[in-house]
């Protein structure tokens, strides 16, 4: 198994442009997540998702769109970059939304947003 | 509001000597805590995490903490450090979120630990 993966690993944007992050799972895990580490302020979820066609948002969606079409991957949508959104993303699965499952989290995007 | 704070944003140690990494939690009912590692420039692996079987709960790498509700805390330790070991942890409570039997991680602000050959 992969795992978790996320393309790309680096990203560089001026503000306004789009992009979408890509995340991908082949553990056929429901729960998808996607977090912004941020120094000195750990991770704070932006949008999940429990299951294909099921997204909601988490702690600080704003800017941010997801879909979910198969249950093996979650894009990230950047609608217009901000400096602020320069950050470092994560993406996480679980095999269920219980309080006790453990989530798998991929290597990572750095973004830059000049 | 279940949360978790870390105190300290940065440990040093020397090699061979004990870590001790601190996580206090807030939370009105039981809570199901996790430990998380960081090394550089990789995503986060799960170390350990407490689901309400066992107050001492064992980890990978030799790691372990102990579930402590008198005094809220959920602190790491090692006995004894390794280069290796140098990382940020994160430590993580499971709480509700929007209903329907979800759940999410809130996570720590981070320490970062420093392993001093």
């Known amino acids: 198994n992969a795992g978790v993966t996320q393309t790309p690993k680096f990203q560089v944007l001026k503000t306004g442009q789009s992009m979408t992050l890509q995340c991908a799972q082949d553990?056929?895990?429901?729960?998808m997540s996607w977090y912004r580490q941020d120094p000195g302020m750990g991770l704070r979820l932006i949008h999940y998702?429990?299951?294909?066609?099921?997204?909601d948002q988490g702690e600080v969606p704003n800017g941010y769109n997801v879909s979910r079409s198969t249950t093996e991957d979650f894009p990230l949508r950047l609608l217009s970059a901000a400096p602020s959104q320069t950050s470092v993303y994560f993406c996480?699965?679980?095999?269920?939304?219980?309080?006790?499952?453990?989530?798998?989290f991929g290597p990572g995007t750095r973004l830059t947003v000049l | 509001a279940q949360s978790v704070t870390q105190l300290g944003s940065h440990v040093s140690v020397s090699e061979g000597a004990l870590v001790l990494l601190r996580c206090n939690y807030s939370?009105?009912?039981?809570?199901?805590l996790f430990w998380y590692v960081q090394y550089p420039n990789q995503g986060l692996q799960l170390l350990l995490k407490y689901t309400s079987a066992a107050t001492l709960v064992k980890g990978i790498n030799g790691f372990e903490a102990e579930f402590k509700k008198s005094e809220t805390s959920f602190h790491l330790t090692k006995p004894s450090a390794h280069m290796s070991d140098a990382a940020e942890y994160f430590c993580a409570v499971s709480v509700p979120y929007s209903g329907a039997g979800s759940y999410q991680l809130t996570f720590g602000k981070g320490t970062k630990l420093s392993v001093i050959p």
């Open positions: 998702s429990v299951g294909a066609g099921i997204t």
């Open positions: 996480a699965s679980s095999f269920n939304r219980g309080s006790t499952d453990t989530q798998y």
């Open positions: 553990m056929n895990h429901e729960y």
């Open positions: 939370s009105s009912v039981p809570p199901y």
